[in-house]
């Protein structure tokens, strides 16, 4: 299903960038006014209830993010790497396909004492913080 964002404005002091996955423009637009944005709206005297929308033609449609191959290692007690190569849209998503998945081959040999994961995208450089 695409997304969709649009700002919606409140009296002229306020407004709220969303992002809205629907089959249509229309439909995201109508989930917007259904919904408060999650940031919520600022205060002030002015402040209604109503909400505007943007013209019909003044939305970007959100493309999803480009999928890329990340290799994900599993390093085991016995100083033994297995591998995976998972395609994913990010490294975080890449880790949890890997564990989920369970297909480990055998990579190769290391010097470490607990079992652990890291992760490298395509060019082979460790993504910290995973």
């Known amino acids: 299903m695409p997304k969709f964002e649009f700002t919606l404005t409140r009296d002229v002091t306020e407004s709220a960038n969303v992002v809205i996955e629907a089959d249509t423009i229309e439909e995201a637009q109508a989930k917007a006014l259904e919904n408060p944005p999650p940031g919520g709206w600022a205060v002030d005297d002015n402040d209604t209830d109503g909400a505007y929308l943007p013209d019909p033609d003044d ?44 297909a480990w081959e055998y990579s190769h040999v290391s010097d470490f004492d607990a079992t652990d994961y890291t992760v490298h995208d395509a060019h082979g450089t460790e993504v910290i913080g995973i």
């Open 59 to 102: 939305f970007l449609e959100v493309q999803p993010p480009e999928m890329q191959n990340f290799t994900v290692n599993k390093l085991v007690d016995a100083y033994v790497v297995y591998a995976q190569v998972i395609e994913a849209t990010t490294a975080e998503e890449a880790k949890k396909l890997a564990i989920d998945e369970g």
